[in-house]
């Protein structure tokens, strides 16, 4: 298998989604405003007129990575083999160097339109890990896995031993031997929600699978409740977990996420400006030069 995302984004890279409402800014940005680009293939692919051009033209001039939307890695239905291979075709043509995908399922006799949680168990570890293994198969690389945000665990049978969140991830990736996206904000989001300590969830993660890391923006529905939203400025508690993560795992390419609510592209670039200091407050820009 190909594709080692550390190896083919700088670790100090800054990355924006790629969404339709921002083509036009994102096309007539100046140099350096953003590293790389992410968008979702389901969104894209096939797609042609003047947002396939726009795409094109982006692709020629920015590195692109893809997060997927749609594959229900949890599921129980077979894995979409067609659609795979349509995403193995978009991934060499556009010469993306990661392609990640959330752990979690989203449909059952159709599309659920919602990221649910897959039982903490053994057995959705096996089953998962599985389908992890054929994805990477048929796309030939390997992939990366994100931890989600969810406000329920999905209930273990009866006879099925729960495991812990951490332990969960952990196992799926050794199983699966697969890599890690890094949602900073699902785990700031979690820990709040589900009452453990952020931090040591961060510590317990291993750091030689983590590919490239998330960061966005939630709401605060209480001070016990938090809802992950893609739709509002990163949260000065996301930040610190943010600068956190590059202290115990070393920089890793870091993906600005935002799907709605758009604010004025200058502000994007803000937040843009903000991931870069955090990570030179970790590593300064001019000694990752000088050892680079």
């Keep these: 298998m190909t594709a080692d995302g550390i190896g083919q984004l700088d670790p100090g890279a800054a990355g924006l989604g790629l969404r339709r409402a921002l083509l036009g800014p ?3 940005a100046p140099q350096g405003d953003f590293d790389f680009l992410e968008c979702a293939p389901e969104n894209w692919i096939g797609v042609g007129g003047k947002f396939g051009e726009a795409l094109e033209e982006l ?19 077979p894995l979409d083999e067609t659609f795979l291979h349509r995403v193995r075709r978009f991934l060499d043509q556009h010469r993306v160097p990661l392609y990640s995908e959330h752990l979690s399922y989203c449909s059952d006799d159709g599309h659920l339109y919602d990221l649910l949680p897959i039982p903490f168990t053994e057995e959705a570890v096996q089953h998962v890990a599985s389908r992890i293994r054929q994805t990477q198969d048929i796309v030939g690389r390997r992939i990366a896995v994100e931890n989600v945000s969810y406000y329920a665990p999905a209930p273990a049978d009866d006879d099925q031993a729960a495991l812990s969140e951490i332990d969960f991830i952990n196992a799926v990736l050794v199983e699966a031997d697969c890599d890690l996206l890094l949602d900073v904000n699902n785990i700031y989001v979690n820990s709040i929600n589900h009452r453990y300590d952020a931090s040591a969830f961060l510590a317990a993660l291993p750091r030689e699978r983590i590919a490239y890391i998330h960061v966005a923006g939630h709401y605060d529905e209480a001070d016990d409740l938090k809802v992950d939203t893609h739709g509002a400025a990163v949260k000065d508690a996301v930040w610190s977990l943010l600068g956190e993560a590059y202290r115990l795992h070393g920089l890793r390419p870091t993906l ?6 758009f604010p004025p592209y200058a502000e994007l670039v803000g937040e843009l400006a903000t991931i870069r200091k955090v990570m030179d407050d970790v590593s300064p820009r001019h000694a990752r030069r000088a050892h680079g």
């Design 26 to 28: 994102l096309q007539s």
């Design 59 to 77: 692709t020629s001039r920015h590195r692109l990575v893809c997060h997927g939307l749609s594959l229900s890695l949890g599921g129980v239905a």
């Design 256 to 261: 600005l996420e935002r799907d709605f609510n």
